[in-house]
C-alpha cells in the first residue's frame, strides 16, 4: 500500500541545527550513568565465563592443574578482578530483575499480578537456585 | 509547479480527518490534500472530555435524542439536520469502534454509554473522560493507511483562492520555511473548528481562532447564527481548563457558597441525590450559566483572585468511581488547581466552551459558494440551534465531516478543471503579507489589541446583552480594525514566524468578533445562549430563524434572516426539571441514573 | 504580589547564526502559572520573536515540550513555582533538530510511525451493522495505558540510544505499535513484528528505562518495548523447535 507522505516534510533542512551528542553524554544524569555501568558491566559477566571455562579446563586436566589453578586464583590482581566482578555481576542480576516486572506480565485469572509480586518471584528463585547449588557444594 | 488536488482539507481535527477518509473511502482515484496548521493530533477536538452522543441503548429512541436536540436549542435547530445527524449518529461512532477507538465498556463487552446534561436517555458514547483525544488519535492513526492522502502539516491557510464565484483552492504559508505557495483544487472543504479566543475565558486552545469562518466571510459566504456563544458552566478559574460535564453525569454537585444547591432556584427541578436526566446539574449549559450569573447577582458566590466562583462537589463520589469514570478531571484538578476531587470541593465558573454558529452551509456541507464545503465546529448545519447540548459536537464533526467529504467527492469528480489563472492571486496575496506583515514599522503590540478585543466581547456579548454594550462593542471593535492596521511585528524570521501567526489570527478573530456583535444586535430576543436583558423573552413571531451575517466590500456586516427548517416539532417551551417535555419525563425523572461499569 | 522569576531561554536563529544562544528574561509569576505561562508573558509583553509551539494549555495536545532545566517536560504541565528562585533555564527538546529557538522538528518520528501500521489490521472486516466488536473491560485495560500517548516527544528526548542512533524507531511508536498489538479487535501482530524485530526496532533498545520515567502520561514505552522483546523471542524459540509451525 502506498504510504502517506508529507508534501511540507523536509528531512534534512540545511538551516537546521543539528546538534552533535556529547561524548559524556553518560554523565548528565545518574540514572545515565547507571546504564553504561550495566552495559559495562557485560564484560565482567564475559570474565566471569572465561573463569568458569579455565576453572573446568584445569579439573579436566588432573589435580596438580587444579592446585595450580587455585594458587592462581589466589593471587591478589585475579581476587581483585574477582571481588570487582562479583560486584557487577549482582548489580546486573538487580537491573536485570527490576526490568522483568515490566516486560512480564503475568496473569491469575483475570487480575494482572502486581509487578512487586513478580519481582519477589525472580528473587525467591535466585534465592532457591542458590540454595540448591549451595547444598550440592557444601554436600558434596 | 503549484501542487493541484482534487479536493484541498483545511484542518485536521476530527471533522477534518472523518471528511478526508470520507473521501478515499468514496472514490479512491482522487486525490486529497490535509492542510493543518498544527500537527493533525494536536486539533483542538483532542481536549474533548465527556462524550459523544449516539442511539444505542435499547429504552432509547432516535425521537428522543432528536427532541432533546431540538428543546435544547431553543427551536432554533434546522430539523430535517437534526433528523440525519440523529439516525447517523450512532453509526458513525461505531464505525470509530471498528477502527479501534476504546470506548468504555459494559463488563459483557459492549459499549457503555452515560448520562449527559439536557438528554433524557443515556446515549453518550465514552473512553472515559478523555473522548475527544482518543476519537482524535483514531481518526489519525486509521487516516495514515489511506495513501491517496497527502498533509500539509504546520502550514498555516491565509485566503481562498476564488475566480468566477468558484472556490479552487488555498493559499499558505509553510511555517518551516515561510514560503508562501498556492495549492490548488477542485473543491475546498473548511474543518477549522471554532472561535473561542474572541473571548478572554475560554476552554478553548490557542489555534482556535475562527481562521476557517473569516476566510470563507471575506471570500463571500455568509456566516450564520454567530451571536450563539456556549458558556460551559464549569470551568477553571485562572486557565479556564474544562471540569467535563461527564463530572455531574456522574452524580457531582453544583453548590453555591453556603453548600446550597442553588440550580434548584432556576426552575431545574429539585435536588435529588442522584442525577436525573434533563434536571438540576443536568439541565443545558445555557440555563446553569445564566443560573450562576442571577447567583452572583444576589451575593451567594465565592470571590476568588480569579473572579467569583461556584463549587462543584464530587466528594461524595468516592475515590473508586472518580478513577474509573473521570480520571482526567482528577489528573486536571491535581495539577492546575492543587487540589484533589475526592477530598475537596472544585471551584468553577462559566467559561466560552463553543461556537453554536459558523459557516453557513446545508445539511451536505455545501456553503452558498460553489466548490466550498464545510464541517464541525467552524460550519453551522445547524443541529446545534441557540444551544448545543453536550457530546453532541464530537458526533456532529464525523457526521458531517462525513457528508461533507463525500458531497465534496461527488463534486470534485465533476468539476471543471481549476483555472490556471487563480494561481495569479497567490502573488498578490504573497504581496499582502510581505507589506502588511514585514513592510512597515507598526506601533500597536499584537497582544494589546488582542486583550482589548477580548475584553470588549466579553464586556458586550457575555451571558446577558443588551443593545447599549453591544453599540459600544461595534464601535470598539471599528477602533480596533483601524489600529490593527498599525500592527508592530519585531520577528523579521521567515522560519517558524509565530508573531506573523499570531497576527493573522488576531486579524481572523477581529472579523469574526464584528460578525458576531452584528449578528447578537440584530437578534431582539432572548433565546438559548443569546439572552437579552432588553429583550427577555423568545420572539418567535420575529425570530425563528437564523440570522446570516454576510460582508460588504468595506468591511462593515449585513445582517439578514432566514426561516428555521421545522418538519415534526413545533416550537414548544423549554421545560426542565420534573415538569414534563412531551409527557414522558417522569419516569425519568426519579429514576437514579448509573452507567455502564465500564472504565 | 507576584514574585519574579529569570528565564534562560535558548534561541536559535537559523538566518543569522549557526549556534544557539542564551537569552535571559525575567517575569512575574504566581503559583497558577506553568513555565509555558511564563514564555507567553515573554512573547506577549518583552520579545515578540521568542518561537516555541504550545496550544490546548492542559497536556493532551504534546505540543508544548521542551528542556526545563535538562529535563524534557511539558512546559503548560511544569509550574514556575516549583523552581524558585530560579533561574530556569528553558532549551528544545535534545536529540531532535532544531528548526528554530524552542521550536524542533518531528518528522522522524512522523514517518516512523506509519511504519508500524498504527490501526486496526483484520482479514476480514465486520460491516457496521453487525454492532461492536465485544471487548471486556479487562480486554481494554490490556492496551489502554498505550492508546494513551499523546506524542509529545519527551520519551526521544530522554532515549540516549536514539540520541546515539537516530535510525532506532524509539519508544513512543514501539508503544503504539503495541498498543494495536494487545487490542483484541486486531489481527496486525504478525505484519507489525517485521518492522520491529529489525535491528533498528525493539533490539535497539538497551532499557535505558528513562522513557518510561519522563512520560507524562504514563505509558511506560519501556515496558512495551521489554514484553515485545520478550514476545519476539519467545515466537523465534517456537520457530526454532516447530519448524513447520505448530
Ligand atoms: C475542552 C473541551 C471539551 C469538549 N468536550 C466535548 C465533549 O465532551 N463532547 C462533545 O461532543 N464536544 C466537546 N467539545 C467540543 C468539540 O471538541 C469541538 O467542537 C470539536 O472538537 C471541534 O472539532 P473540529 O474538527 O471542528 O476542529 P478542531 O479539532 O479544532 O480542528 C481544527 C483544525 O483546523 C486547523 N486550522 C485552523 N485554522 C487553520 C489555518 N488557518 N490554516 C491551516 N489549518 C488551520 C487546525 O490546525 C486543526 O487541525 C469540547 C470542546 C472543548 C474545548
Ligand atoms: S510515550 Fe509518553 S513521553 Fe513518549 S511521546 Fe507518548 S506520551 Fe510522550
Ligand atoms: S500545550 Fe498542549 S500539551 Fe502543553
Redesign the pocket.
Known sequence: MEQTHTYGDTPYHPRWLRRRVSTYWWLWKPAYLRFILREGSCMFVGWFTVYLLLLLAALLEGPLAYELFLAWSATPAVLIVNVVTLGFVVFHAITFFQAAPQAMVVRLGRARVAPQTVLLGHYAGWVVVSAVVAFFLLGA | MTPSYDVVL???????LRAAIAIAETNPRLTIAV????Y?MR???V??????AGVIAPDDSIDEHIYDTISGGDWLCDQDAVEAFVHEAPQELMRLEHWGCPWSREPDGRVAVRPFGGMKKMRTWFAADK??FHMLHTLFQTSLKYGGVTRYDE???TRLLVDDGRVQGVV?IDLKSGRVEAITAKAVIL????CGKVFPFT??AA??TG??MTLAYRAGAPLKDMEFVQYHPTGLPFTGI?I?EAARAEGGYLINKDGYRYLQDYNLGTPQPHPVFRSMELGPRDRLSQAFVKEMEKGRTIETPYGHVVHLDLRHLGEKKINAKIPFVRELCTKYQNLDPVRDLIPVRPVV??MMGGIHTDIHGATPLPGLFAA???ACVSINGANRL?????PE?LVFGARAGRAAAEYASQAREVDPRVIAQKTDEHRRLEQELFGRKGRERIATLRDEMQKTMEASAGIYRAAPALRQGVAELQRLQERYADIAIEDHSRTFNTERVSALELSFLLDVAQSMLAAALAREESRGAHQRTDFPKRDDQRFLAHSLVSRNADGSCRVEHRPVTITRWPPGERVYGEAAPHGTAHQAADRPLSSGAGV | MAQRIRLQIARYRPEQESEATFDEYEVPYTKEMAVLDGLNFVKDRLDGTLAYRWSCRMGICGSCGMTVNGEPKLTCATFLGDYAPGPLRVEPLRNFPVIRDLIVDIGDFMRKLVRVKPWIVRSAEKPIAGGEYLQTPEQLEEYKPFSMCINCMLCYSACPIYGLDPKFIGPAAIALAQRYNLDNRDEGSADRMEVLSEHEGIWGCTFVGECTKVCPKHVDPAGAIQRYKLTAAIDSMKAFFAPRGA
Open positions: 483545511v484542518g485536521g481535527g476530527g471533522a477534518g492542510v493543518s496548521k498544527v493533525p486539533s483542538h477536538t481536549s474533548a472530555e465527556g462524550g459523544a473522548t475527544g502550514w498555516f491557510v499558505a474543518c477549522t473548528g471554532g476552554t478553548n489555534i482556535k481562521d476557517g474544562l467535563t466552551h463553543y464541525g465546529e467552524a453536550g457530546s453532541n459536537s464530537l464533526l
